[in-house]
């Protein structure tokens, strides 16, 4: 019970931030508004950046229990206790003197606790993910003649179907790790049995299905998966999200060490101690022989971040996932007896209390993030708009989950994506249309408009964004 009061805690007592949250949830309103399950719209445009099990259960939340941040937050949640349990229950053979010890290492992290109230695909992958691992963990130490290893070999292949659901190959990292294990350290599994032919079924039915229908259905959709959405982020730097070289130095370095903290420092003084003494070189077969259980646990860390390492796209919420291995190669790093001391139990109800009050806090302070800031900050305007248009940067979605309008990106100059130009939108647009402009853009905006031999009106200033309407403030006023 005291684990669901900390996943649950001020769940639901900030606005969505823009713009992840906003996205996601605009995503799977559109699905609850259009009764299409199957094709994510952004917009009125289909959507298939990601797969759709993030927006399918946010849509079911938020048409279960009403349009509230709580609801588009419960996936998250539910997810976050998943994980917990599920590295419990693989800590009984990864650690098996103080299985308690990983999952508490987990939920503790402040990256890991922040992140599980931010609605993204991340959180549910990381759950999925450690599922698989714990249906290889049970197989691998059951008996080889009963039903057990078959049914926890299925368990394993559900999970990466829903995490191939969830974020498509990135999914499906651990297994790679799995494979290694099983190659080296454990021969007696074996790969044909871990290829079970009804665990590719499951796979094959629960995380390929989708993407063979929306295929098949949309002309050119498998070249965009394929050349956009993975080479595009694995070995290019299309998406320009730190691939330079020093990127994963830059994102990933301050994620995993400031991220796990406080409890990194027994690792650190650890490595040092190994830097320093250690005489055979950990790549040794033999070494990783004499204790599985820490072999397995570094290759599930330490390949698919090295994946990460390599790939062109890096973002901190990427390695959110790799926390979970992490988990346990901190916890073995650190004395159960220290648990003992009184202050170190008084530390760990205060890093408790800061990580729950942190989240009170997040509430409370005022952010541009923030989209039912912004949407307060509209109904308080003098007209009532039923378009917005932004200019020169993405929409913030969320505004969608507060107020009815319409929104659409332009650019002030013409560009290789698919934007409408701000000299097509003063021509098209009405006087129901509110321009939202960054200060930055600002004069760029209001010079193409005296171009275009109109005028504008600022209704007002929200942060860094200025709200403009064609001609002497036409928008019909709002009625008391």
Avoid at 344 to 362: D, E, H, Q, Y
Wanted: proline share 7%; aromatic share 12%; hydrophobic share 50%.
């Amino acid at each position: 019970m005291a684990v669901v009061l900390f996943a649950f805690a001020f769940q639901g007592s900030r606005g969505l931030w823009d713009p992840d949250e906003g996205r996601y949830t605009h995503v799977a309103l559109n699905m609850l508004q259009r009764g299409d399950w199957l094709v994510p719209y952004l917009d009125d445009a289909p959507h298939f950046t990601k797969p759709p099990l993030t927006y399918w259960a946010i849509a079911a939340s938020v048409g279960t229990f009403g349009r509230s941040e709580w609801a588009v937050r419960l996936p998250n949640a539910l997810a976050f206790l998943l994980t917990v349990w599920s590295l419990f229950a693989i800590s009984r053979w990864l650690l098996p003197e103080r299985p308690w010890l990983p999952p508490l290492v987990y939920a503790t992290a402040p990256f890991v606790y922040g992140t599980a109230t931010i609605a993204t695909t991340d959180t549910m992958l990381a759950a999925f993910e450690t599922l698989a691992v714990l249906g290889f963990v049970r197989a691998l130490h059951a008996p080889a003649t009963t039903r057990a290893r078959t049914a926890n070999v299925l368990l394993m292949w559900l999970g990466f179907a829903l995490a191939f659901l969830t974020k498509g190959p990135t999914g499906l990292l651990p297994l790679g790790a799995i494979v290694a294990f099983v190659a080296t350290c454990a021969p007696g599994l074996g790969l044909r049995r871990l290829f079970h032919p009804a665990g590719l079924a499951v796979f094959a039915g629960a995380g390929l299905s989708w993407y063979l229908v929306v295929v098949i259905r949309t002309p050119g959709l498998l070249e965009y998966f394929l050349v956009h959405e993975v080479w595009g982020r694995v070995a290019t730097s299309e998406h320009h999200r730190n691939s330079e070289w020093f990127g994963l130095v830059e994102v990933y370095l301050p994620v995993l060490v400031l991220g796990a903290m406080p409890w990194m420092w027994p690792a650190l003084r650890a490595t040092w101690h190994w830097l320093r003494h250690r005489s055979t070189p950990i790549w040794r077969v033999s070494v990783w022989r004499t204790n599985p259980a820490a072999a397995f646990a570094g290759l599930w860390f330490g390949l698919p971040l090295l994946v990460f390492c390599l790939a062109r796209s890096r973002l901190p919420l990427y390695v959110l996932p790799s926390f979970a291995p992490l988990s346990v190669l901190l916890a073995r790093c650190i004395d159960p007896a220290s648990f003992l001391l009184t202050r170190r139990r008084s530390a760990l109800a205060a890093l408790i209390v800061l990580l729950v009050v942190g989240r009170f806090v997040a509430a409370l302070l005022p952010s541009e993030l923030d989209a039912s800031a912004m949407a307060a900050f509209i109904r308080d305007l003098p007209a009532t708009p039923q378009k917005l248009m932004f200019v020169d940067e993405d929409p913030r979605y969320g505004l969608t989950f507060y107020i009815d309008v319409r929104l659409q990106c332009v650019v002030t100059e013409p560009d290789d994506a698919d934007h409408v130009t701000l000299d097509e939108a003063l021509g098209a647009e009405g006087p129901h249309t509110l321009f939202v402009v960054r200060r930055r853009h600002q004069v760029r905006f209001l010079q193409r408009v005296e171009q275009r031999g109109a005028t504008t009106s600022q209704l007002g200033q929200w942060g860094d964004r200025g709200f403009f309407v064609l001609g002497n403030g036409g928008v019909p006023r709002r009625r008391d």
